[in-house]
T-cell receptor, first 109, second 113 residues
Framework: GQNIDQPTEMTATEGAIVQINCTYQ??????LFWYQQHAGEAPTFLSY??LDGLEEKGRFSSFLSRSKGYSYLLLKELQMKDSASYLC??????????WGAGTKLIIKP | NAGVTQTPKFRVLKTGQSMTLLCAQD?????MYWYRQDPGMGLRLIHY???????AKGEVPDGYNVSRLKKQNFLLGLESAAPSQTSVYFC????????????FGDGTRLSIL
C-alpha cells in the first residue's frame, strides 16, 4: 500500500530552525513535493525534489534520500508567518500525487 | 492576476440535493484537478483533467461527476449529496506534466445536513 508519514504537530520558537520530516512507502517514485498551507487557505508550492540531496531556496531547504524513503523540510530564521501546515506529497509510479496528512507548525515568540 | 477561482466559497446542502462547484483558471494551464480535504487526512484526488474535453477518475470519484468543456473551466458536480461529502473542496491547475507545481484555489467549504 501507499503510506506517507509526517508528525502531526510541531512547535518551534521565532528565530530558531525547525526540521519537518516525511517518510514514505509508495508504489514507485517520480518526485516529492512540499506545500505550505495556512489555516483556512489554499496550499502553496514550496519545493520539488526528484534527485537525492539538498535544495536550498532562501530560508527554506528540502532534502531527499530515495534509498531511505525520506525527506525533510528545513526552515531557518523562523518567523511568526511560518505558522502553517506543511504538506508532503509523493508522485508515484502512475504519476499520481499521494498526499501526507500534513504537519501543523506552531511558532511561539 | 486571479489565478484559480472557485465558486461558491461556502454552501450548505440537504441530503439528496445536487449542486455544481465551479473552478476557473486564467493561467492557460492544461491540467486541472479536484481534491477534497478532510481533518487528519491528506488531500484526496476526486477527478482530474489533462486537457479540454478530457476527464479521468482519481482516488475517490464515487458520487461526483466532472466536465471540462472549456480549457479554463473545470466543474465538479454532486449528483445526490450525502453527509459523507461534507468537506473542503480544492481545485488546482498546473502546466502540462505531473511534476509541475499545482496552483490551488481558495477552496469551497461544503456542509451536507
Amino acid at each position: 500500500g501507499q503510506n506517507i508519514d509526517q508528525p502531526t504537530e510541531m512547535t518551534a520558537t521565532e528565530g530558531a530552525i525547525v526540521q519537518i520530516n516525511c517518510t514514505y512507502q509508495t508504489s514507485g517514485f517520480n518526485g516529492l513535493f512540499w506545500y505550505q498551507q495556512h489555516a483556512g487557505e489554499a496550499p502553496t508550492f514550496l519545493s520539488y525534489n526528484v534527485l537525492d540531496g539538498l535544495e536550498e531556496k532562501g530560508r527554506f531547504s528540502s532534502f531527499l534520500s530515495r534509498s531511505k524513503g525520506y525527506s525533510y523540510l528545513l526552515l531557518k530564521e523562523l518567523q511568526m508567518k511560518d505558522s502553517a501546515s506543511y504538506l508532503c506529497a509523493i508522485l508515484d509510479s502512475n504519476y499520481q500525487l499521494i498526499w501526507g496528512a500534513g504537519t501543523k507548525l506552531i511558532i511561539k515568540p | 492576476n486571479a489565478g484559480v477561482t472557485q465558486t461558491p466559497k461556502f454552501r450548505v446542502l440537504k441530503t439528496g440535493q445536487s449542486m455544481t462547484l465551479l473552478c476557473a483558471q486564467d493561467m492557460n494551464h492544461e491540467y486541472m484537478y479536484w481534491y477534497r480535504q478532510d481533518p487528519g487526512m491528506g488531500l484526496r484526488l476526486i477527478h482530474y483533467s489533462v486537457g479540454e474535453g478530457t476527464t479521468a477518475k482519481g482516488e475517490v470519484p464515487d458520487g461526483y461527476n466532472v466536465s471540462r468543456l472549456k480549457k479554463q473551466n473545470f466543474l465538479l458536480g454532486l449528483e445526490s449529496a450525502a453527509p459523507s461529502q461534507t468537506s473542503v473542496y480544492f481545485c488546482a491547475s498546473s502546466q502540462q506534466g505531473a511534476h509541475q507545481p499545482q496552483h490551488f484555489g481558495d477552496g469551497t467549504r461544503l456542509s451536507i445536513l
